[in-house]
């Protein structure tokens, strides 16, 4: 970086990507925002710059040596940091640069506190903030994490043992059902039914997880303003969902017939391919993400396209492009392998990859994915 940029960042101030600590600074402070870069977007540490913008310098000797030693050992895990070192009017400087941490979360060793970064400041995350983290990092799977208040109870073993027999083959009991919902996560070992368990099984899932149901609507025109023709909101398992769901758009969704040229069999055309729809749909609950309290999945029918929301971003190990080549995360492996079980995916990362396929092979415009910090959209197009 030439000096006249770096005199410029520090007339700039401190945001979210720029921190600025004096020669004094102890190590748990350094620690601490190198965990907070580390914990959201990265960002820059510069060491010999006062909180307001004066430049003192460093003058211990070894500095560098000592901020390495602070990101190795202070910091779990451990992060090896680029390190640039300037001098200005005789003052060195040292700037720490970090990048988006991969193996999230990071945390303080002395304090085993977590730190993100919040405008200009280092604070501590909520509990939904560090969930986060921690998926982001795949240490866990939120899906298997056990929902405090609930038990087997909670769970419609006719259910459950309907999806053992049918669907995986496992002879079950009354005697050992606690056993094999153990096994198979749906129970943790404190006895609480996980996430996916009630998902799944649940008999009262809202009540649990207000998150969990969809929401559709159906407009008259092309947008929310236009008046609302159905509006629906269901509650239940995932494989109830996705049925209602598909049975939602298939209801509104006319059917016109062709003759080939040639004289041939008559030709059904639907305004939404029913492949597709029903690809985007069990995509939208393979892969939501479950910590996000505040949102449901939607699904909005207007008169000339279909918008499918799900809640959560693509996992920071992917991006749009090659999702769309077919390459896939599960960040609910489990209840994605339960949704294969019942036979609506094929579990190999293909779903997007297919509809864009049969978009080409029907001649039909070619869905929208959108994305952004906190949801995946997809827009069908409806048959002109």
């Keep these: ?48 710059v006062e909180d307001n913008g004066e430049i003192t310098g460093i003058s211990e000797e070894k500095f560098e040596e000592k901020i390495i030693q ?20 005789d003052k060195v400087i040292f700037e720490v640069i970090i990048d988006r941490g991969r193996n ?24 939904e903030e560090l969930v986060r983290l921690f998926q982001e990092g795949e240490i866990f799977h939120f ?28 002879p079950v009991t009354d005697e050992d059902s606690v056993s094999l919902l153990t096994n198979l996560q749906f129970l943790s070992d404190e006895g609480y039914s996980t996430i996916a368990g009630l998902l799944c099984f649940g008999k009262n899932i809202s009540r649990f997880l207000p998150q969990s149901g969809i929401q559709l609507h159906r407009f008259s025109g092309t947008d929310v303003t236009s008046d609302v023709l159905e509006n629906r909101e269901m509650e239940g398992t995932i494989p109830f969902l996705i049925d209602s769901a598909i049975k939602f758009v298939a209801s509104n969704t006319s059917v016109s017939s062709t003759v080939p040229e040639d004289g041939g069999q008559r030709i059904d055309l639907n305004d939404y391919d029913p492949l597709i729809v029903k690809e985007i749909i069990v995509n939208a609950f393979q892969h939501r993400d479950w910590s996000i309290f505040g949102q449901k999945i939607r699904i909005r029918m207007f008169s000339d396209r279909i918008e499918v929301f799900s809640p959560g971003k693509i996992p920071n190990t992917l991006n749009l492009k090659n999702i769309l080549y077919g390459n896939s995360f599960y960040r609910n492996p489990l209840l994605s392998q339960i949704i294969k079980d019942y036979g609506y995916s094929d579990k190999m990362g293909r779903g997007l990859l297919k509809v864009i396929r049969r978009s080409d092979e029907l001649k039909l415009k070619q869905p929208v994915f959108e994305t952004d910090t906190a949801s995946f959209t997809v827009v069908i197009f409806r048959r002109t």
């Excluded at 945001?15 to 748990?28: A, C, M, Q, R, Y």
């Excluded at 602070?70 to 009017?89: F, H, Q």
């Excluded at 999230?104 to 509990?127: D, H, L, Q, W």
């Design 1 to 48: 970086m030439k000096d006249q940029d770096l005199i410029k960042i520090i007339k700039n101030g401190e945001n979210s990507l720029v921190e600025f600590k004096s020669s004094l600074v102890h190590s748990d402070s350094i620690a601490k925002e190198v965990a907070a870069f580390s914990n959201t977007a990265g960002g820059s540490l510069f060491i010999g």
């Design 143 to 170: 899906e298997v994490k056990p929902v405090p208040g609930t038990s087997e109870a909670d769970l419609n073993l006719n259910l459950f043992y309907d999806y053992c027999k049918n669907y995986r083959n496992y």
């Design 70 to 89: 602070i990101c190795r050992n202070n910091i779990i895990p451990s992060i090896i940091p680029v390190i640039e070192k300037y001098n200005i009017n």
């Design 104 to 127: 999230k979360p990071y945390k303080v060793r002395t304090s085993n506190k977590f730190y993100i970064r919040a405008g200009s400041v280092s604070i501590e995350p909520t509990t």
